[in-house]
């Protein structure tokens, strides 16, 4: 059989890692964790730090393609991988693009893909000014590392800049205009090897404390605006000559216009409902897409909702279930506050439309 590398050791890699084994892949993990949630779903792991060469080779090595559920691993182990010839999908191209929020948007709007204004931060000092030409109230973030709202901190003026600065923990940084948007949406998009691009109908997503709460489909937008955030996807795809799933986050304003807050080239939180609402889910997509197979449709057959447990909700009573949940858990044992432990996906009823 062949074996499918995947680069980091969470519930992303975790929910891959069944998918791959369903479709008869043997699946080894490297990570830098003991006891990782998708080392338990994996023949073998590779418990070594993201920098040491001689552990990635032995893993690249046994591994017919690789990929990754965190895209902010090193920039020398995705060359690491390339060194022992063996394909890493997605590559290089799309990882250095989405670590850096600056580079990001420069390329988002590079390809006519607009995202709120924004302003690139080096120092406390950059802040005043910036905040000026953003419009007066911003969100300062970390240019690396962030997620679930961590390395952000709201700027409502120009007192406010020393502040944020050291919340962020004095980092390189891009402040960006707040955005009053009407919701938020994303598309999950799928590219083959063969550069077939699909795109699963668009989520409404709700979050709480910066975190991912809810995941709502369908939407309740205008069929337009679907279609436009769809294409947006698409076109990001096809920039980056991309291979396996990616998600897109929109923020949408009142009068249907989206501007692109972020991509992640990876499965995303805000997909998980897909492997129960639709024919294909965003795992099995990801494992055909970098195995060279094709893709399955991606066509919505329930309406759904996906919401995550986060923390203690995780601790949840089995006995509580509803006939239409499905419970996935990720495997984690400490419910540390903030920590994402597993989420339930409600079949609603029957797509209608
Ligand atoms: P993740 O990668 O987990 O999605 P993150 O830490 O990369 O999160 P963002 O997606 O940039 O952070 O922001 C998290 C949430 O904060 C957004 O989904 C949105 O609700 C809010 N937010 C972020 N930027 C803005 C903005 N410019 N204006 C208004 N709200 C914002
Ligand atoms: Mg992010
Ligand atoms: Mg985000």
């Not at 191209?93 to 390809?111: G, M, P, T, V, Y």
């Not at 948007?181 to 699963?200: D, H, K, N, P």
């Not at 601790?315 to 044992?333: C, F, I, Q």
């Given at each position: 059989?062949?074996?499918?590398?995947?680069?980091?050791?969470?519930?992303?890699?975790?929910?891959?890692?069944?998918?791959?084994?369903?479709?008869?892949?043997?699946?080894?993990?490297?990570?830098?964790?003991?006891?990782?949630?998708?080392?338990?779903?994996?023949?073998?792991?590779?418990?070594?730090?993201?920098?040491?060469?001689?552990?990635?080779?032995?893993?690249?090595?046994?591994?017919?393609?690789?990929?990754?559920?965190?895209?902010?691993?090193?920039?020398?182990?995705?060359?690491?991988?390339?060194?022992?010839?063996?394909?890493?999908?997605?590559?290089?191209?799309?990882?250095?693009?989405?670590?850096?929020?600056?580079?990001?948007?420069?390329?988002?709007?590079?390809?006519?893909?607009?995202?709120?204004?924004?302003?690139?931060?080096?120092?406390?000092?950059?802040?005043?000014?910036?905040?000026?030409?953003?419009?007066?109230?911003?969100?300062?973030?970390?240019?690396?590392?962030?997620y679930d709202g961590k390395?952000?901190?709201?700027?409502?003026?120009?007192?406010?800049?020393?502040?944020?600065?050291?919340?962020?923990?004095?980092?390189?940084?891009?402040?960006?205009?707040?955005?009053?948007?009407?919701?938020?949406?994303?598309?999950?998009?799928?590219?083959?090897?063969?550069?077939?691009?699909?795109?699963?109908?668009?989520?409404?997503?709700?979050?709480v404390d910066g975190i991912l709460s809810?995941?709502?489909?369908?939407?309740?937008?205008?069929?337009?605006?679907?279609?436009?955030?769809?294409?947006?996807?698409?076109?990001?795809?096809?920039?980056?000559?991309?291979?396996?799933?990616?998600?897109?986050?929109?923020?949408?304003?009142?009068?249907?216009?989206?501007?692109?807050?972020?991509?992640?080239?990876?499965?995303?939180?805000?997909?998980?409902?897909?492997?129960?609402?639709?024919?294909?889910?965003?795992?099995?997509?990801?494992?055909?897409?970098?195995?060279?197979?094709?893709?399955?449709?991606?066509?919505?057959?329930?309406?759904?909702?996906?919401?995550n447990l986060i923390g203690d909700q995780g601790?949840?009573?089995?006995?509580?279930?509803?006939?239409?949940?499905?419970?996935?858990?990720?495997?984690?044992?400490d419910a540390r506050p903030g920590r994402k432990m597993?989420?339930?996906?409600?079949?609603?009823?029957?797509?209608?439309?």
């Open positions: 059989g062949s074996t499918i590398g995947i680069l980091g050791g969470g519930q992303l890699g975790r929910m891959l890692a069944s998918a791959a084994n369903q479709l008869g892949f043997d699946v080894h993990i490297f990570c830098p964790e003991d006891d990782a949630p998708a080392s338990r779903a994996a023949r073998q792991t590779w418990i070594a730090d993201y920098s040491d060469d001689a552990a990635l080779r032995a893993f690249a090595k046994s591994c017919d393609v690789v990929t990754l559920e965190f895209e902010n691993i090193p920039a020398s182990t995705a060359k690491a991988i390339a060194d022992c010839g063996v394909a890493l999908h997605p590559g290089p191209k799309a990882l250095a693009i989405s670590q850096d929020r600056a580079e990001e948007k420069a390329f988002l709007n590079s390809i006519d893909i607009p995202t709120a204004p924004y302003e690139i931060i080096s120092a406390a000092a950059d802040i005043p000014g910036a905040l000026e030409r953003v419009g007066g109230t911003g969100v300062l973030k970390t240019r690396r590392d962030g390395g952000q901190s709201w700027v409502r003026s120009s007192g406010d800049a020393d502040i944020a600065w050291d919340a962020i923990g004095a980092a390189p940084a891009v402040l960006e205009a707040a955005i009053p948007f009407e919701c938020e949406i994303s598309v999950i998009v799928a590219r083959s090897s063969v550069g077939e691009t699909l795109s699963w109908a668009p989520p409404r997503n709700a979050h809810r995941s709502i489909v369908p939407s309740g937008l205008d069929k337009n605006v679907e279609t436009r955030a769809r294409e947006q996807a698409m076109k990001l795809v096809e920039a980056l000559d991309y291979v396996g799933v990616l998600a897109l986050e929109f923020f949408v304003l009142s009068d249907g216009s989206l501007l692109a807050n972020e991509f992640a080239p990876r499965v995303h939180n805000s997909g998980h409902w897909t492997p129960e609402a639709c024919q294909t889910g965003q795992f099995e997509q990801h494992i055909r897409a970098i195995s060279g197979w094709p893709l399955g449709n991606t066509r919505r057959l329930f309406d759904a909702e996906m919401r601790l949840v009573d089995p006995t509580s279930l509803k006939p239409d949940e499905t419970l996935t858990l990720y495997g984690k044992r597993g989420h339930i996906t409600r079949r609603i009823a029957p797509r209608k439309d």
